[in-house]
């Protein structure tokens, strides 16, 4: 097989690169659900126990870029072609112009950029690429982290929608964040 050159793949940065999922990505997925504490905040419940089938059913599932499914999975790398996470851009309703992405990167990956390098890239396909305008997403309470990525990525708050979670015993709040093309330009430095 022939060396690919990626120096001018839309689909990376100087840190991060996304790619489709492959059949040996089941292991990361199945890995993963078992960072609870982390499967809580993206899922806003505890999931049950993971399984070889389950795991090997969400990655051939999503492998396709398929739209049917309701979002496009991606996998996140480092340059050094690890494996880092996941990302998808979902909710997308061309009529309204409106999507929201889903991130997971992997415990031993976490605080280094990464998620938010992924992100800026699929605001750049969604906004630049799709003709959409708006990206709305929420925090669950307490998610400290999300949050201040939501922030740095110039990300608005725009209100609190309160104890709509019932989780880890008690209703919380979900934290509501949106970023238009605008807004994205304007943080970005692009025209």
């Not at 809580?40 to 070889?52: D, F, G, Q, S, Y």
Request: contains cysteine; charged residues 35%.
């Amino acid at each position: 097989m022939r060396e690919i050159n990626y120096s001018d793949y839309f689909w990376q940065d100087d840190k991060v690169r996304l790619r489709a999922l492959r059949e040996e990505d089941w292991e990361d997925h199945y890995y993963n659900r078992f960072d609870s504490p982390a499967r809580r905040l993206l899922e806003c419940a505890v999931e049950l126990p993971p399984t070889n089938a389950e795991a090997k059913k969400f990655t051939e599932a999503f492998s396709d870029f398929s739209l049917d499914r309701g979002r496009i999975m991606f996998t996140i790398e480092n340059m050094d072609g690890e494996n880092v996470g996941g990302v998808n851009l979902n909710s997308i309703d061309e009529r309204n112009g409106t999507f929201s992405i889903g991130i997971q990167i992997d415990r031993d990956h976490r605080g280094k950029g990464y998620g938010t390098r992924a992100i800026r890239i699929l605001l750049k396909y969604a906004f630049f690429e799709r003709r959409l305008n708006k990206f709305n997403d929420y925090v669950l309470e307490g998610n400290e982290p999300s949050a201040a990525m939501m922030r740095k990525l110039g990300c608005v708050q725009e209100g609190v929608r309160r104890q709509v979670i019932y989780t880890d015993g008690k209703y919380q709040d979900l934290i509501l964040f949106g970023l238009t093309k605008d807004e994205f330009m304007d943080k970005e430095g692009l025209e």
